[in-house]
């Protein structure tokens, strides 16, 4: 007698509250991801929105975004580097370095902007490719060989200048990238379009991970992630469309900054390599365990090279972002705090310094919690002293929680 083959069933999709309960049990575990950058974030806009209701504002809501954005974008790459274990501290410099490449193209040679943007950011993966190869052709540990280019990029960026003149920016397109807005019209038609992407691809992997037999996730919590990025986007989007100027008879202010669709597609863009691509997996796997990861037969050195190939570009667009907010180009660009708010930025958002751990949109958030840290306690008359000290105790507390959440994972087993 012959036996009746069924089919295999597809593993039931688990429901809303199950999930629920499944990322309070990780959180428990040590796994936190983003919580507190998010929690944090929450708190510093209550404090200061109570304490100066001029943060709430739309014309500073705008300038949260723009000021921010540069440190954000160099955040974004050095996420790469540091789930890797490694560390960039060239990568300010970096795009000092950039950004004065792009200058003297526009301003002294006349070149158009796609030459002058596209050297600007060839010159940020040539600076990657020159460290990654030191760091893993070598063997020179990346602290001593960024904290090298971070000294000689700063004579870099003075030859470039000519020893310490201003190079003014000129052309309409680089200025426009954070000083212009776009029509109220495309930013509700570029919300629209994002999130119904967003829908698409959610119900997309779902129905995929079920015909292959996969546990999927359930239509409620495709529901709840689609409804929150379409509230706070449109919240956003809505905001920034208000009217912000002091006289709109004589110049109106309105509209979703360009900067702003400019890091979603980065952020879409580097969020598919690292989670979508055999690259990110092998990001990922060399931070976790290099050494496993070559017995596995992953190119751990080309990793590492492309890496910081993608920290470094990823610095010229913050380096050409901050050119375009400044209007020029100084000995000062890339230096001062940019370094140090980019890294707190990536840390902050829930990246680990140890490597193995981190998402591109953590240097977002935490870039967030930066420009909201630096802007209220600006706008509540705090000093210059002040806002290191508090950037700093934050910076701290984020490399506590990240180290305490290791400990507690690889107790639990989650690690």
């Not at 796994?31 to 739309?58: K, N, Q, S």
Request: charged share 10%; glycine share 12%; hydrophobic share 55%.
């Amino acid at each position: 007698m012959s036996a009746t083959l069924t089919p295999e069933k597809a593993p039931e999709a688990p429901s809303l509250s199950s999930n629920a309960r499944d990322y309070l049990r990780r959180v428990r575990g040590g796994d936190m991801g983003a919580l507190p950058a998010v929690l944090g974030l929450i708190v510093l806009c209550t404090v200061f929105a109570i304490m100066r209701p001029a943060f709430l504002t739309p014309i500073n809501f705008a300038n949260l975004f723009t000021q921010g954005a540069a440190v954000t974008v160099i955040a974004m790459g050095l996420v790469f580097v540091l789930l890797l274990g490694e560390i960039d501290l060239s990568a300010g410099f970096a795009s000092g370095v950039c950004a004065a490449v792009l200058a003297v193209l526009l301003t002294h040679l006349g070149y158009p902007w796609y030459v002058g943007a596209g050297a600007a950011i060839l010159t940020g993966v040539v600076i990657g490719t020159v460290l990654g190869t030191l760091v893993a052709k070598l063997g020179i540990p990346s602290f001593v060989v960024t904290l090298a280019a971070f000294l000689a990029f700063q004579g870099v960026v003075l030859v470039l200048v000519d020893e310490g003149t201003n190079i003014s920016i000129r052309d309409e397109t680089i200025l426009a990238i954070a000083n212009q807005n776009l029509p109220p019209a495309l930013g509700w038609t570029l919300f629209v379009v994002g999130v119904a992407a967003y829908a698409a691809v959610q119900l997309l992997r779902a129905r995929r991970r079920s015909a292959r037999g996969l546990t999927a996730d359930p239509i409620s919590l495709i529901a709840v992630r689609v409804g929150t990025l379409a509230v706070i986007g449109g919240i956003a989007v809505y905001v920034l469309n208000l009217e912000r100027s002091r006289n709109p008879a004589v110049a109106s202010l309105v509209g979703v900054p360009i900067v702003v669709p400019l890091i979603v597609l980065l952020l879409i863009l580097w969020t598919f390599v690292l989670r979508r691509t055999a690259f990110g997996r092998h990001i990922y796997a060399v931070g976790g365990n290099a050494e496993a990861a070559r017995r596995a037969g992953i190119p751990v050195d080309r990793i590492k090279i492309a890496a910081f190939m993608i920290c470094s570009g990823m610095a010229g667009v913050g380096g050409i972002i901050a050119a375009s907010r400044a209007s020029s180009v100084d000995p000062n660009t890339g230096g001062s705090n940019v370094l140090l708010f980019a890294v707190g930025a990536a840390v902050i958002g829930g990246t680990s310094l140890f490597g193995g751990k981190g998402r591109v949109l953590d240097a977002i958030l935490g870039g967030a919690v930066v420009a909201v840290i630096e802007n209220g306690m600006g706008l509540m008359g705090y000093p210059a002293s002040v806002k290191f000290m508090v950037t700093g105790a934050v910076l701290l507390v984020a490399a506590g929680v990240d180290a305490l959440s290791r400990k507690r994972a690889s107790q639990s087993g989650l690690r």
